[in-house]
């Protein structure tokens, strides 16, 4: 029965047009929050069961050197499969071209788990590939195919040697997806390596051993891995794969779920002041209904029944909405996972459910409930039962419940509360600023007698309000500034910022002995002859005597450090671009050799300081070195940089090669060609590649929080709306009493039209302050860059705010102005 | 006093009602006593701020006295809570306002219905419709309260009001906001549906046409009651 009712007055207070509101915010919560939550499901889900087809095997060893036969005979004991993998970056050679590839050489048995899709014409639909490549054979990505000019049946030159192209790739079982691939993979067979002469002492290359078998199997297998214990091993499993797509899946959260969760703030704000006007317009509704023999608890049931349906319904929508809304943001970013994604989980619904009836709740609750203690006496005397329903402890509730929300979001309670006080923290700073202008602006609201400043009175009177609607859309108009002019602009400095003539290429892989002759081809190719960097590839194992393992530490950066080779070098001088921050730089004088110098992030990361003694790995040797001084790299330099510089002498005798920045300007791009087919063993990267991908990276990211701070955009619409609602009745008497005093419908117009100019104008004020303080943030600390004023940037924060605002707010208020004036009072007259 | 009737429906002892205010201790009621019979109209007429409108609050329990107590059929309701009296009011009483204390989201049918939905009670459409078709307006049942003229809306109040079959209605000044004509049309239903219903009719006035056409007269001032003796 009380369901019954509650459905029935609820239908009935639609019609009315009062809940449309509160509706549509919880839509738009819940919308945001579950796309994002869909998006993230998804490719979670892909993480977790589809785990093995992302390595390609049930678990993966990876080290800088080959695996000993013990681990393939432990394999063997255990009954499982394996396959042998070597992985390393090189040139490819084809038509006078050359190209930069990623090799990925494994045995006839890859892929353990999943499938090779190829095909035999490019863009053709795949086929899986039935048998393994035949040795002398490859098979290439189409980036491949098509920037060299190449069919199928073509020859391609990789280091020494020649090979036919088998097929063109297209899923690739323990391939990241796009996203982290600089350069397009090669499959050759593991035997066919030697014969290319591609790997020297010092190369940069990956081994793999996959494995795959019965569960038990498996971590039996893991088990005796994991207390062999051995160095510059790395171990990835089912749980554990690919902790580059986690990492990047785990930002992609924070900042897609910071976006979502800004539009789930303003919503609670725009469901707030609905549900302070809902309890006002109620005031009556209550009294009769106590009148009329309603005891406080059905009151109170009514409402809660109505709320809950109300929420239910609405976060119900809010999320179908979302679930089409994440297709988007599964195509800017779906490729993260490098797999199909498989379909979305309940665990999306059930959160958007929980979080739309919670903020509805948590912000309609506690006023509407206030409305069971209504004097039934109110239907007497009117001014009994009003009531401030605005107070701070009425919103703890739902502050509260958006705290809860944000942890459960963050996964983590730390960065959950993290986010929370940021979030705070940012709206206090915009709400103090709002409050600041508008107080600044106040002092001349005497000043002018014309209808286009009578608006701005009604923005200082009510600044409460103004306020709550200025931060609302000086947030959104803030991160559309960032996600749009800035990053471009930003980019675009940072591009500009790097000397013409900085080097737009990099050579590595050079051995001692080719040094000589790679110098004497840029003398011949009249290229400036650039410097030539040994690099020692080394593991750091001990800090002070203590071994260094990567899980002594909780930093995911000290991890990646102590998992895998570090490039060291040596130097007579501080390098160019350098700066000595600790400590002093070596002299000639002292006999001893073992000082090392460190870069400050490997000094944070490894929680080094000077004095330290850091013992290294290379090969089979060790040698160790004193930390003389701790330097601060400018990386935007294109220099060759160094984490890790030692002390001339102290990598004598390990084996070493040679890299190479260099400067070559595309008419001379041939040279290219000459260098690699002379040399097939080194390895060009080109700049601007790597460039254009992390823009392309940079593009796709911010084009998907952008997509997402939209609903924070249309939440801040609905705060506007609901303060438009709040003061509908005052605007409406207001109007009605000038009017009827002589006011033209003009002037009306003047007023109302100023009041929404002006506050998005302070809205795109605050936007454009915030965005141009983060943005000197990023180009000072991120980028290193002087920071510089966008005129743009200001000009359009202000302009967007101020039609924006104006445009959505005429709207929300066209029927104080249609209204004839006569109906208003008669309205006032029978309801007091 | 003429008490040969039925059984007393209302009796009211001893009561007091008493505010603090700036000056002192205010006495809006004083020691307050009478009785009304089932089937009885009964007005209280007086002077603004003597105290009408507290009087008729307190007998439907929307507020307490500071002292005394007010049998309806028997029980003491100041002796129930507020839900206690709610239900009671719900159970026994209609009521008839001034501002005629419509809701404007809901219709004319709609504001009928609210007391038997709230009651639960079944058939509440047909019964509406039936209360709304004796006050004439039944073909105004799916107007709002604004698109309904002042007498009107008087109307559909006393079909709320009737709706649940009350055994007293308690009415505040029920033509206080209507002309003069679309008052005595208000009075001329309300009398008649009492009469139809059998219900008892406690009304506050200062209306002497309105108050004429009642069984019993009180006049009230200053927080005092006296019974006038009227032949009518």
């Known amino acids: 029965m009380l369901i019954k009712l509650a459905i029935k007055q609820l239908l009935r207070e639609w019609r009315s047009g009062e809940l449309q509101v509160l509706f549509l915010s919880i839509i738009i919560a819940v919308a945001a929050i579950s796309s994002v939550s869909f998006f993230t499901d998804r490719v979670n889900q892909a993480l977790l069961h589809q785990a093995n087809e992302l390595l390609g095997a049930d678990v993966v060893l990876k080290g800088d050197r080959e695996f000993s036969e013990f681990y393939y005979a432990q394999a063997e004991k255990f009954d499982l499969k394996t396959v042998r993998q070597v992985t390393f970056p090189t040139m490819v050679l084809a038509n006078d071209e050359n190209q930069m590839v990623w090799l990925n050489a494994v045995d006839e048995n890859f892929p353990l788990r999943g499938n090779v899709g190829i095909t035999h014409e490019l863009f053709k639909p795949e086929q899986k590939a039935e048998k393994f490549l035949e040795r002398g054979k490859v098979w290439v990505e189409p980036a491949i195919v098509s920037s060299l000019g190449l069919n199928i049946g073509d020859v391609l030159q990789l280091g020494m040697k020649e090979f036919v192209i088998d097929a063109i790739i297209t899923t690739e079982p323990g391939r990241a997806g796009g996203f982290f691939n600089i350069a397009p993979r090669v499959i050759m067979h593991v035997n066919d390596v030697a014969a290319t002469q591609l790997i020297q002492p010092g190369s940069r290359v990956r081994y793999g051993l996959l494995v795959a078998g019965d569960d038990k199997a498996v971590q039996a297998f893991r088990d005796v891995v994991n207390n062999k214990d051995e160095e510059g091993i790395l171990v990835q499993g089912v749980q554990d794969a690919r902790p580059d797509i986690r990492a990047a899946l785990t930002r992609a959260e924070q900042f897609l779920g910071l976006a979502a969760l800004t ?20 005031l009556d509704h209550c009294a009769i209904m106590r009148c009329v023999g309603a005891t406080q608890s ?52 059930v959160f958007g459910l929980v979080t739309g009836v ?6 309609a609750l506690p006023p509407v409930m206030a409305l069971k203690k209504v004097p039934a006496l109110r239907v007497l005397k009117r001014d009994l039962g009003n009531m401030n329903t605005s107070n701070v402890v009425s919103y703890a509730f739902g502050i509260g419940a958006l705290v809860v929300i944000m942890i459960w979001q963050a996964g983590d309670l730390k960065i959950g509360l993290y986010m929370v006080l940021g979030a705070l923290l940012a709206i206090v700073l915009l709400g103090l600023c709002g409050f600041g202008l508008l107080t600044l602006i106040g002092l001349f609201k005497n000043k002018f007698r014309n209808a286009w400043f009578y608006g701005l009175r009604n923005l200082v009177r009510r600044p409460a309000t103004s306020v709550v609607q200025i931060v609302a859309f000086g947030v959104g108009i803030m991160a559309l500034l960032i996600l749009t002019l800035i990053r471009g602009d930003l980019l675009n400095q940072w591009q500009q910022s790097i000397p013409h003539d900085a080097p737009n290429r990099f050579v590595i892989n050079i051995h001692p002995d080719q040094v000589q002759d790679i110098q004497s081809l840029f003398r011949a190719s009249n290229i400036d002859l650039p410097e030539f960097y040994p690099m020692v590839r080394a593991r750091v194992v001990e800090i002070n005597g203590q071994k260094a393992s990567a899980d002594n530490f909780e930093d995911s950066q000290a991890k990646q450090m102590l998992s895998r080779e570090l490039n060291l070098s040596w130097a007579l001088h501080v390098a160019e671009k350098n700066e000595l921050i600790e400590g002093k730089w070596w002299d000639d004088e002292d006999p001893n050799l073992e000082y090392i110098s460190i870069e400050e992030s490997v000094a944070k990361h490894l929680n080094l300081s000077l004095g330290d003694v850091v013992r290294f790995k290379v090969a089979d040797q060790y040698f160790h070195g004193k930390v003389a001084s701790i330097r601060k790299v400018d990386w935007g330099s294109f220099r060759a940089n160094f984490y890790v510089l030692a002390k001339p002498g102290l990598l004598e005798g390990f084996p070493a090669t040679y890299m190479s920045p260099f400067f070559l300007d595309e008419s001379q791009y041939s040279f290219l060609n000459n260098l690699v087919s002379q040399f097939p063993n080194i390895t060009i990267i080109d700049v601007a590649t790597v460039l254009s991908h992390a823009r392309n990276i940079i593009r796709q990211v911010s084009l998907a929080v952008e997509y997402v701070f939209l609903f924070t955009l249309m939440a801040g619409v609905m705060v506007l709306f609901a303060g438009i609602q709040s003061t509908h009745d005052e605007r409406m008497l207001e109007n009605a009493i000038v009017r009827t005093l002589g ?89 007091n | 006093m003429t008490e040969t009737k039925s059984n007393p429906l209302l009796v009211v002892n001893k009561l007091n009602k008493k505010v603090a205010s700036p000056t002192g201790e205010l006495v809006l009621l004083e020691d307050i006593d009478f009785t009304i019979y ?47 009296r709610a239900q009671l009011r719900g159970r026994m009483m209609g009521f008839v306002f001034q501002s005629f204390q419509l809701l404007p989201s809901l219709t004319a049918l709609e504001n009928v219905m609210l007391p038997l939905e709230l009651l639960a009670l079944n058939d509440q459409r047909e019964t509406a419709k039936q209360v709304l078709e004796r006050v004439g307006l039944l073909d105004r049942a799916g107007h709002y309260p604004r698109q309904l003229s002042g007498g009107e809306q008087q109307r559909v109040a006393i ?74």
Request: with cysteine; aromatic share 8%.
């Open chain 1, 263 to 282: 539009s789930l703030m303003l919503s609670g704000v725009a469901v707030a002041l609905s549900a302070r006007r809902f309890t006002q317009r109620h």
């Open chain 1, 298 to 349: 059905l009151i109170s049931r009514l409402y809660l029944c109505q709320l809950l349906i109300l929420g239910f319904i609405a976060s119900l929508l809010g999320v179908i909405v979302g679930y089409f809304a994440h297709e988007v943001l599964v195509e800017l970013l779906g490729s993260i996972a490098g797999v199909e994604l498989p379909a979305a989980g309940v665990k999306p619904i």
């Open chain 1, 358 to 363: 919670a903020i509805l709740v948590g912000f």
């Open chain 1, 743 to 831: 006011g033209r419908k003009k002037q009306m117009l003047q007023t109302l039209l100023s009041e929404f100019l002006f506050l998005g104008f302070l809205a795109g004020l605050i936007g454009a302050i915030f965005a141009t303080i983060i943005a000197a943030i990023i180009s000072h600390y991120v980028l290193q860059m002087s920071a510089s004023f966008n005129v743009s940037l200001w000009f359009y924060g202000l302009f967007v705010g101020a039609v924006g605002v104006s445009v959505m707010g005429m709207w929300g208020s066209k029927k104080v102005l249609s209204q004839p004036p006569l109906v208003t009072l008669k309205k006032v007259s029978l309801t």
């Open chain 2, 38 to 84: 089932s089937s009885e109209s009964v007005a209280i007429i007086g002077p603004s701020g003597a105290g009408k409108s507290t009087l008729l609050g307190i007998l439907a329990g929307l507020d307490l006295p500071s002292n005394g107590e007010v049998i309806l059929e028997e029980e003491n309701i100041f002796n129930m809570d507020e839900d206690g």
């Open chain 2, 159 to 232: 079909a709320r009001a009737f709706a649940v079959k009350p055994k007293i209605l308690l009415a505040d000044e029920p033509t206080g906001n209507l002309d003069k004509k679309t008052g005595e049309k208000i009075i001329e239903l309300l009398f008649s549906l009492n009469e139809e219903e059998n219900t008892t009719l406690l009304l506050v006035t200062h209306d002497t046409y309105l108050a004429d056409r009642c069984q019993r007269q009180f006049h009230i001032d200053g927080g005092c009651l006296t019974e006038l003796n009227h032949a009518n």
